[in-house]
């Protein structure tokens, strides 16, 4: 068992009579030998490591220690609890979530990478907003992470699902239709409305540069996480109403790929282009670097101690400066 392709799943699907969710616990069963029972406490862990990094960043207002974000979740949980949103209590729940979880990464705390960590929000932002305003209980939400599982494999298989590989598209992108396809299934949607919505999501996004200042995961892609979350409910919703992608998911999925392929390395997470190299931007770096060669300067002061001390403590001793 080994499915490929979005066409290869909704075979299973209708073949065994299953949802997406439990196709992908039987192709892990499959492939790992593992017991389903098994498979699916594992997976509830990762949901609990989720949970985590959603409170922890509803309720820490400092900043990460690059200094360029941080705080964000915290401002917008209180403009949430104010009863004056715009967009309704789904879509900004799911946003003060994603928000709280990529604050998260950025403060180095644990995240679950879905699929990688600089998309690390749009998944539980969907999930915990769900959780919170409708009757899905957590282990639902866990069968949830099984269907965003199965389109992450598919995606990862035929396409991209990093930055430096396929731009943002890639990450955000692959993320917002992981999501999307997620939410139909968890909402009681057919495996063919899934795939419609993973369709629709990913097409929202296609042709995303990845452009993070300095090189690091925080800026813009914090708030990309945020808005891939009402992407997701959006596309989610078109598919539920009915409403079709009129390009098969497989086919978007090879178009993404394709864009990668031809998108300049500049646009790839070098941070050598787009928002990176706004002046704005390059003051941010500038500004981290100096820091980070001062770190350097102090570091070289260390390391000329370690080599008298002969007893190759130098590589520790940096390696710890980096970490702090």
């Known amino acids: 068992m080994d499915i490929q392709s979005t066409a290869d799943l909704l075979d299973y699907c209708h073949r065994e009579q299953k949802s997406i969710a439990e196709a992908m616990i039987d192709q892990e069963h499959f ?8 498979i699916f406490d594992m997976m509830k862990e990762r949901l609990v490591k989720m ?11 400092s900043e990460a220690p690059s200094g360029i974000s941080g705080g964000d979740a915290v401002k917008m949980k209180a403009y949430i609890d104010a009863g004056d949103v715009l967009s309704g209590s789904i879509i900004s729940d799911a946003m003060a979530c994603s928000m709280a979880t990529s604050e998260s990464n950025a ?10 960590a600089g998309a690390a929000g749009i998944l539980p932002g969907v999930l915990f907003s769900l959780h919170k305003n409708t009757n899905i209980d957590l282990d639902q ?13 598919i995606i990862a298989n035929r396409s991209f699902i990093s930055g430096a590989a396929g731009g943002c598209q890639a990450e955000v992108g692959s993320a917002t239709a992981m999501a999307a396809g997620t939410i139909v299934e968890l909402k009681g949607g057919s495996p063919e409305q899934a795939v419609h ?19 690091l995961v925080e800026v813009p892609c914090i708030k990309r996480n945020v808005i891939g979350t009402s992407i997701a409910f959006s596309s989610a919703d078109m598919a539920l109403a009915g409403i079709e992608s009129r390009i098969p998911c497989d086919e978007v999925i090879d178009t993404m790929y394709d864009i990668g392929k031809n998108m300049p390395r500049q646009l790839r997470e070098t941070a050598l282009g787009g928002l990176a190299i706004t002046p704005t931007g390059q003051k941010v770096k500038e500004r981290l670097f100096s820091k980070k060669k001062l770190v350097k300067q102090l570091k070289g002061e260390n390391s000329d101690e370690s080599k008298r001390n002969g007893n190759g403590t130098e590589a520790a001793s940096a390696v710890k400066k980096d970490k702090e």
């Open 31 to 38: 492939k790992s030998g593992r017991s389903k029972q098994e």
């Open 51 to 61: 949970q985590n990094a959603v409170n922890e960043g509803l309720n820490d207002a």
């Open 107 to 116: 403060r180095m705390g644990v995240i679950v990478a879905t699929p990688t």
């Open 141 to 153: 939400l866990v069968m949830g992470l099984f269907t965003a599982s199965m389109f992450g494999y």
């Open 197 to 215: 919505a993973t369709a629709v999501a990913m097409k929202s996004l296609l042709g995303l540069v990845c452009d993070p200042v300095a090189g």
